[in-house]
């Protein structure tokens, strides 16, 4: 039981499709991130908020457009995507930012796929 | 920047053989390790962590030990069972140029370990 939450647990979408991605986490913590899983790349950061504040942004294309209303929920709006935008998209959070030893805890990931 | 270098696998192994998977690392200043194990269909889950140098991290019989002079962060069992089988991350988190930290965890690419009865 991690504590965080992702919906929906798989999407397939058209390139001229527009969904969402959800997080919540269980935990109390104060900061998100979004990162992406491609096969055969390392995981990449997309987004990190922290307090609902967006304090980094990956050099993310603007097609994905990450929004935080509260410190338990973060979305990940997609729109006109690209078939190489198929991946698994995971949210993580933790306690704090600021501090490289703050754990983060991971959600379960959004298989995507883009046709 | 900072990376993370992996091992690369797949790694397969009998039940009760020891492991290691090799994690070396390029970070300034005082980066934390930590190693994350990812089952089949779920997210990743912490396995174990260091937050400074010869600090030894440990969890469900694995071990790794933050070596500063040879930036490395390996990770051991002495006798794995065909439940760990799962992708293995080192990663670090540490402070960028500026020396800020926003919690970014720099991963390695994983290293697939399957262990048969």
């Known amino acids: 039981e991690t504590g965080v939450t992702q919906t929906p647990r798989h999407l397939v979408m058209g390139m001229t499709n527009k969904k969402s991605l959800k997080c919540e986490q269980h935990?109390?913590?104060?900061?998100m991130y979004w990162y992406k899983q491609s096969a055969k790349k390392p995981l990449e950061l997309m987004f990190v908020?922290?307090?609902?504040?967006?304090?980094e942004n990956n050099s993310v294309p603007s097609r994905f457009s990450p929004e935080c209303p509260n410190s338990s929920h973060l979305f990940l709006h997609l729109h006109t995507l690209q078939p190489e935008d198929s991946a698994l998209y995971l949210c993580?959070?933790?306690?704090?930012?600021?501090?490289?030893?703050?754990?983060?805890?991971f959600g379960p990931g959004t298989r995507l796929l883009v046709l | 920047g900072n990376s993370v270098t992996q091992m690369e696998g797949p790694v397969t192994l009998s039940e009760e053989a020891f492991l290691t998977i090799n994690c070396t690392y390029t970070?300034?200043?005082?980066?934390?390790l930590f190693w994350y194990v990812q089952y089949p269909g779920e997210g990743l889950q912490l396995l174990l962590k260091?937050?400074?140098?010869?600090d030894k991290g440990s969890n469900k019989g694995f071990e790794a030990t933050y070596r500063k002079e040879t930036t490395s962060f390996h990770l051991e069992k002495g006798s794995v069972q065909v439940s760990d089988s799962a992708v293995y991350f080192c990663?670090?988190?540490?402070?960028?140029?500026?020396?800020?930290?926003?919690?970014?965890?720099?991963f390695g690419q994983g290293t697939i370990l399957t262990v048969h009865p």
């Open positions: 908020y922290s307090l609902e504040e967006r304090v």
């Open positions: 970070a300034t200043g005082y980066p934390s």
């Open positions: 990663a670090l988190s540490g402070t960028n140029a500026g020396g800020t930290s926003y919690g970014k965890l720099t």
């Open positions: 935990l109390g913590h104060n900061a």
């Open positions: 993580a959070s933790s306690r704090l930012t600021g501090t490289p030893q703050e754990t983060q805890y």
């Open positions: 260091a937050t400074k140098a010869d």
